[in-house]
């Protein structure tokens, strides 16, 4: 059976952030010391990088300035603000800013913090009386800086957000609803809804709304002439931007619908032109000043920029107020970035060298902002690079590395000289040398680092180590061949044990578990009505799945909310061609790797003829929840690797681990689905508990209510035309 696949997690598709973007901009040449011919020169190797990773990622137009000592030094439009019929692309051109506009959201709150209306210690409640969090303690303690600081607790609860149908003092109460996934201020979890909330604090406390306070009190004092708060104000302007998305799979750039956000305006609704946002980044280098006058008090300024929330467990990277706050070679970063249907954004600053630059770009979840800022913070304050030429000790390093865990390989190689490492849609890393085998990402965040060893590489990053394998490398525990798959013995881990039981004797096992593959081959089809409840997004949900041997699939998906149906889904694959319906967003077609990992998940007999369907497999034991278990991993011969968690005591699957991959960026999504409440069916066994969980969504516990084998099902029922 195809365990788990009654709801597929809905992506978040909008305002999404990156915490991995640092950037440095532009620099003027009399008091940076640059001079006129040498900034000129710096500026055009920037341009040059700009446009030739702007190409290379797909991404039809850019606007970007860049500011140093209150100069504008560089501001320029490349591409296309419509891609079909070629319109270049302006600096007064208006995008979206996407979650960029959250620290407009926090400034308002300072401000009024400033006339004495209200503080950042109030309770939200005090403001706005329907406000609550499910869990006591929080909803007692919680401030207001909280909501402005990702440190409520709450994980993403944009699942009813991106619906559409419910308005700003109901999402505010199905954030209510969700469960959060830490205690106040323990972990960071980024939480759009939050700042929807404190939007609706200052609408409240000022009599004005949210829409109307930020033209009135921030953009015209700083002359924002060319922004505006809403999708439909935006398209009434003269020189705009469509939305794009590009597939690296098809190669297409299809134009997309620009998504009305009006419910949750606060947490990313504005949008602007990079003149205009230039005049934000002075605002912001100069303190909080406009021209000689202050606007902002100093007290709030430094609540407004400085670390709030650890993000990373040393606090390298953190979040302030509606900004995340890093470094850049020991000097401050103050950044964020915005991604909504079709668009990108960068904002980031260094307040040291009074540097900031603004990127904007009409492509989906595009990875340039980030790069940018090591392109520019590098092509302006760096001094010529002293980088060491790599010699034949760097020879050894080079080949490529297998990241499981992401679903792709690291490829190091030597690149005009240097030792590089190249991950697929990012920007190229440089390798420095610390010691022996030991290198710096140089132009990562901080905390990132990879030992090489012989067969081997060690990728360290803030928040854990992982174990790359060199393709062809001589591995350290040989394969042996039992059949026509290869089975290997693993090296020993932390917590992880040599199972007793070879691969092809696990699977074995399990199927048996399962019924025999006499019984399993019994069923061809499957039909199942199920419930969900998404309890970390406050929202609940019913539907239908039909599936059929060998391997098509057909699930569709009600979703409901504060007793309101506010969705639908329809997520299917015929054998050959798979993706989804919503009733909130445009179809998607599943394409490239994303299809075969479709394709494999969605196999009616996963455990039978394997051999067939990997090229190897590993058994080991370990421990989940304290119980002991046996893990089965798969190495697809095309897709994703999968891994199984198998009870040591009943030989049935009770956890499955993968990756959801893009066609249209570098995320890797990991997910995971555990299974429970086995009931006998037809001389199977089939688990009637599903409990999925992204880093988006959290949890969704799928519960079966009816299921029925062998029935009749048309092959239409699975293509959605």
């Known amino acids: 059976m195809n365990f788990g696949r009654y709801f597929r997690v809905v992506s978040s598709l909008v305002l999404a952030f990156s915490i991995l973007s640092m950037v440095f901009p532009g620099v003027a040449p009399a008091q940076s010391g640059i001079a006129d011919q040498d900034l000129e020169k710096r500026l055009s190797g920037i341009e040059q990088k700009l446009e030739k990773r702007r190409k290379e990622l ?64 109030d309770n939200p409640r005090r ?11 929080t909803s007692e303690k919680i401030q207001i800086r909280d909501l402005l600081s990702h440190s409520s607790g709450l994980n993403r609860t944009d699942l009813a957000m991106i619906t559409g149908k419910l308005d700003r003092k109901e999402l505010i109460m199905v954030a209510g609803i969700a469960k959060p996934m830490a205690e106040l201020r323990e972990r960071f979890f980024y939480q759009n809804l939050m700042f929807t909330a404190a939007g609706e604090i200052v609408s409240e406390v000022s009599g004005m709304p949210w829409e ?24 009434k302007s003269s020189d705009y931007s469509f939305g794009y998305i590009h597939n690296f799979d098809t190669k297409e750039t299809r134009k997309l619908p620009t998504r009305n956000i009006d419910a949750v305006a606060p947490a990313g609704s504005i949008n602007s032109s990079a003149n205009d946002m230039a005049k934000w980044i002075k605002f912001i280098l100069s303190g909080g000043k406009i021209g000689d006058q202050r606007f902002l008090s100093a007290e709030s300024f430094a609540e407004w920029i400085k670390p709030q929330m650890k993000i990373t467990p040393d606090g390298k990277v953190s979040y302030g107020l509606g900004w995340f706050v890093q470094e850049w070679k020991d000097k401050k970063v103050i950044q964020h970035g915005g991604n909504i249907d079709g668009f990108n954004s960068m904002v980031a600053m260094m307040p040291e060298e009074n540097l900031g630059f603004v990127l904007l770009t009409n492509v989906s979840a595009s990875s340039l902002g980030g790069e ?48 590089v490492a190249k991950v697929p849609q990012q920007p190229t890393y440089a390798l420095k040398k610390i010691e022996g085998r030991r290198y710096a ?112 699939s057909y699930a569709e998906t009600t979703l409901t909310a504060l007793g309101k149906k506010i969705g639908w889904t329809r997520d299917y694959y015929d054998g050959t061609t798979g993706g989804s319906n919503y009733s909130f967003s445009d179809p998607e077609v599943v394409t490239g790797k994303r299809l075969r990992d479709v394709a494999f998940g969605y196999d009616f007999y996963p455990f039978l003829n394997l051999e067939d369907k990997v090229d190897s497999m590993e058994a080991a034991k370990t421990k989940n929840e304290g119980q002991t278990v046996y893990t089965l991993t798969l190495h697809p011969k ?26 249209s960026s570098s995320v890797q999504i990991p997910v995971s689905e555990s299974y429970s409440d086995y009931r006998r069916k037809d001389g199977t066994m089939i688990p009637f508990k599903i409990i999925g969980n992204s880093p988006t969504m959290g949890d969704i516990i799928t519960t079966i209510r009816k299921l029925k084998h062998n029935v009749r099902i048309k092959d239409d029922i699975f293509r959605i035309k």
């Open 441 to 552: 990402l140089s132009n990562a965040p901080p905390g990132f680092f990879i030992t090489f060893k012989n067969s081997e590489a060690v990728l360290e990053q803030p928040n854990g180590k992982f174990t790359l394998t060199k393709r062809g490398a001589e591995p350290d525990a040989q394969p042996v061949e039992t059949g026509a798959v290869k089975t290997a013995e693993p090296k020993a881990a932390d917590g992880v044990e040599k199972s007793e039981f070879t691969a092809s004797e696990l699977v074995a096992k399990v199927v048996e578990a399962l019924g025999g593959e006499k019984n399993l081959r019994k069923i061809t089809s499957r039909k199942a009505e199920f419930r969900i409840n998404a309890v970390n997004q406050g929202v609940m949900g019913y539907g239908k799945s039909y599936s059929k041997a060998p391997g098509r």
């Open 638 to 663: 095309e897709a994703s690797r999968v891994v199984y968690y198998i009870s040591a005591d009943t030989f049935l699957p009770v956890k499955r681990l993968s990756v959801v991959v893009s066609s």
């Open 127 to 137: 403001h706005l009386s329907y406000f609550k969090i499910n869990n006591p303690r």
């Open 372 to 419: 940018m800022m090591q392109i520019i913070w590098s092509g302006l304050l760096d001094e010529e690079s002293k980088d060491e030429i790599a010699g034949p000790e760097q020879q050894k390093e080079v080949g490529k590395y297998n990241f499981p865990q992401a679903g792709f390989d690291i490829e190091v190689l030597i690149e005009d000289g240097k030792l």
């Open 212 to 235: 109307r306070f930020v033209p009135q009190r921030v953009f015209a004092p700083l002359g924002m002439n060319n922004s505006t708060m809403s999708v439909s104000e935006m398209q």
């Open 58 to 121: 797909g991404i039809p137009g850019v606007s970007l300035a860049i500011v140093k000592d209150g100069q504008v030094v560089l501001s320029k439009g490349y591409g296309y603000k419509d891609f079909e019929n070629k319109t270049p692309m302006t600096t007064d051109t208006q995008l979206p800013i996407g979650s960029a506009t959250k620290a407009f959201t926090a400034l308002s709150v300072l401000i009024l913090q400033d006339e004495g209306i209200l503080t950042l210690d």
